[in-house]
């Protein structure tokens, strides 16, 4: 809890503008680095600099002086914070006490700056060697009965190089258990668009931005996740493109923007309205109205009009009538109720749609965790099929992903579903046989650690056990385990819910420069839109005792795999071996990346439907069904109400860095729940209430959160909306999309009790 009273103020003012501004310059202050943060800032997203470790929106293709948001600024400053944990820091506290500090109160601490072991006898972490470090990890390693009793976790800010030989390293070991962020998040992505239209990534460059006739942002809060890409919806929005803004809750910068760069909008505080249509829809009421703007779709071609894109279906889809059949036996009385919009509003979305020549629909995970996220974005992928969005400018669908390198994880390895091609491409590479069998996605490995059969954790990055579900038995499964190693750059709770043995080992973090024997390296990350980019640091390391991520990755592989053939020591010193080793793997996108990554602003990987070729099993793009309205098993309990866990503004994922959320009101706690008045009113709770929350469960467990403030909100009715990861413990471990493994974290089934 925040030392200062709660405060809840309406925020009417555009987002950016002087608030961000002053934001920045507040966080630099506060972290006291603000000579240090400012000229860092000037590399950040820069050519011959480091690429932001905050979101995945690519840089512009125009060259800027600052590249740069508010949120990008705050990663940087407590990256290069003055403040340090030191072993004295740990000698202070046991790790009892610890555990009652908030993840504000840990974030603030600062900087990781040694290696660190838990010591049982004493309830503290205690200095330890890199070499035992090492060692102990090669001991638990080796002692397993099998390699499958190991879960290798990976974060999204782990760079490709690391990534990669992290993958090889943990298949030469014998498992493909590899629980990692994307699980909870962009998972469906990765998993849904495959059979529908070849990859897992998005269609969508920069540049098609710029050419766009009809910009489609649903269950996207692009102001606090992705604010660089508040510039594109910006100028599209002065080249009057209609800009459809679809959520349950209203936000800020989606309703009007102040551009930070922009000296005329700062000086005489202009602004620029966003949303040209926002559509208030309930939770889960995408689906119907993608479908509701299908219908309209295929009415007006039953009545003779031409809107559909026929010669593109014909040459390159399949599936489609099946579709066409299924939407049209809806009824619209049902597809009203379930999108919790009027008729006439879909209709008017419908009408955007057809007129626009090129269309983008960006989403966020407001799409993707419900329990069917993978099954509802074919329904995305298809709406874009009709009209022949893909293969040409300014159209094509774009998730919009969190982590700075979430997707380049994937690319290069961090898979546990790999293809059975890549699998053998690896053998043929590295000359050891990697196991075939699917590994755990990151709900499989808790339930691995609940059942007893997860011995060690290793993670790479990452708060785990605040990002995910079920937050009081995933602790007491966490405690269970033989080793756990978390390997960051600050303290955070993952490391003190730990297992009977466990390691802080601290990294050289994105901003920092890496030296070797070979001289300085450099990391390549991938954005969001599938470019790949060189990241340089620039400060020097927050201490000497630091190592870079590529060589825990390899130092953990030597330890653990003392017979192993490939060359982890080469790998240390030298990461242009590693990039060798990325592209004979993947020769298809990444031949000649030693090369390739020396322009100055990297290259784009190969995404077949831009050029409209599918990799699919039939070579088409496929309509693929998802019957019915529902994104979510539904529940008869009329007390019931949609939960959606949300980022607070001063938030990145687990990282606290406030107890502010200024878009929404809320100033010195995270402890509430936006909730519809109405919704309120009929329940009979006071303004500003304290309530209780209870999951509505069919397992017999029961969780619950207490001491949430009501705050009223114009949410759509049904819904209600609260902080993660304070909110995580109401999310069931069980309650997850079949295909991806993604927790439905936007859906959680809730009611309202007294606190």
Request: with cysteine; net charge negative.
């Amino acid at each position: 809890m925040a030392e200062d009273a709660p405060r809840f103020k309406p925020y009417d003012h555009p987002a950016g503008g002087w608030g961000a501004a002053a934001a920045t310059a507040k966080v630099l202050l506060e972290q006291s680095v603000v000579t240090k943060g400012s000229r860092a800032l000037l590399s950040m997203n820069q050519p011959g600099g480091f690429k932001c470790p905050s979101c995945a929106f690519p840089d512009a293709d125009c060259k800027k002086t600052l590249e740069f948001c508010e949120n990008g600024a705050k990663a940087l400053a407590h990256e290069a914070t003055k403040f340090r944990v030191t072993r004295d820091f740990f000698a202070q506290h046991t790790v009892t006490e610890l555990m009652e500090k908030s993840d504000y109160w840990l974030e603030m601490q600062g900087r990781l700056t040694e290696p660190m072991r838990y010591d049982a006898a004493s309830d503290r972490y205690v200095p330890i060697g890199w070499d035992a470090a090492f060692a102990l990890i090669g001991k638990h390693l080796r002692a397993l009965e099998s390699p499958d009793e190991a879960e290798f976790y990976t974060s999204g800010r782990t760079p490709n190089e690391a990534a990669f030989l992290y993958s090889i390293m943990v298949r030469q070991f014998g498992t493909n258990n590899f629980p990692d962020c994307s699980n909870m998040c962009h998972e469906p992505t990765s998993r849904g668009l495959p059979p529908a239209i070849g990859v897992g990534k998005g269609t969508v460059v920069m540049e098609d931005f710029d050419h766009a006739e009809a910009i489609f942002v649903i269950g996207q809060n692009t102001g606090t996740n992705s604010p660089r890409m508040m510039t594109n919806l910006v100028e599209a929005r002065k080249r009057g493109v209609p800009i459809v803004a679809v959520n349950p809750m209203p936000e800020r910068a989606l309703i009007r923007f102040t551009e930070p760069q922009d000296i005329v909008q700062m000086a005489t505080f202009g602004s620029t309205p966003i949303a040209s249509e926002f559509v208030h829809i309930r939770i889960g009421g995408d689906l119907a109205l993608i479908k509701g703007i299908m219908k309209v779709m295929f009415e007006r071609e039953a009545q003779g009009e031409a809107v559909l894109d026929h010669a593109f279906l014909a040459e390159h889809t399949a599936g489609m009538e099946a579709v066409r059949d299924e939407v049209m036996a809806l009824d619209w009385r049902d597809i009203v109720e379930h999108a919790g919009i009027e008729e006439a509003q879909i209709r008017r979305c419908a009408e955007i749609y057809i007129r626009s020549k090129a269309t983008i629909i960006c989403y966020g995970m407001g799409l993707t965790q419900h329990q069917f996220g993978s099954r509802l974005l074919q329904q995305v992928a298809s709406l874009l099929l009709l009209r022949g969005n893909y293969g040409k400018p300014g159209a094509g669908i774009s998730p919009i992903r969190g982590h700075s390198n979430v997707q380049g994880d994937r690319t290069v390895g961090i898979d546990e579903k790999p293809s059975q091609k890549y699998l053998d491409r690896v053998r043929d590479v590295f000359g050891f046989e990697p196991p075939r069998e699917h590994g755990h996605h990151t709900v499989e490995s808790v339930e691995a650690m609940i059942a007893g059969t997860a011995k060690v954790f290793i993670g790479l990055g990452g708060n785990f056990v605040r990002a995910i579900p079920d937050t009081e038995r995933s602790y007491e499964a966490m405690s269970k385990l033989a080793l756990t190693v978390g390997i960051a750059t600050k303290l955070n709770r993952g490391h003190l819910v730990h297992g009977k043995d466990a390691l802080i080992l601290p990294v050289v973090a994105r901003s920092e420069r890496i030296e070797t024997s070979h001289g300085e390296q450099f990391v390549t990350i991938e954005d969001s839109m599938s470019n790949v980019t060189a990241s340089r640091g620039v400060l020097a390391p927050a201490s000497p005792d630091l190592k870079p991520e590529v060589e825990i990755v390899c130092r953990m592989a030597m330890a653990a795999l003392p017979a192993s053939g490939i060359p982890w020591e080469s790998y240390i010193h030298d990461y242009g071996l590693i990039r060798d080793k990325i592209a004979e793997v993947y020769p298809e996108i990444y031949e000649g990346f030693s090369e390739r990554i020396k322009e100055p602003r990297g290259f784009h990987l190969d995404i077949p439907p831009r050029r409209l070729v599918w990799p699919t099993p039939n070579g088409k793009a496929n309509f693929l069904l998802l019957p019915g309205l529902d994104v979510n098993e539904p529940i008869a309990d009329p007390a019931m109400l949609r939960l959606a866990t949300v980022r607070s503004h001063d938030q990145f994922n687990t990282t606290i860095y406030s107890y502010n959320d200024r878009y929404r009101g809320v100033y010195n706690d995270r402890m509430v729940l936006f909730m519809n008045e109405e919704d309120r009113i009929a329940r009979g709770i006071a303004p500003r209430a304290q309530v209780a929350l209870e999951t509505i469960s069919r397992d017999g467990v029961r969780r619950r959160v207490e001491a949430l403030t009501v705050i009223d909100y114009p949410m759509s009715r049904g819904a209600v909306a609260g902080y993660y990861p304070e909110l995580n413990p109401l999310l069931p471990l069980d309650y997850y999309d079949r295909i991806s493994g993604t927790p439905a974290a936007k859906s959680i089934p809730v009611r309202v009790v007294a606190a």
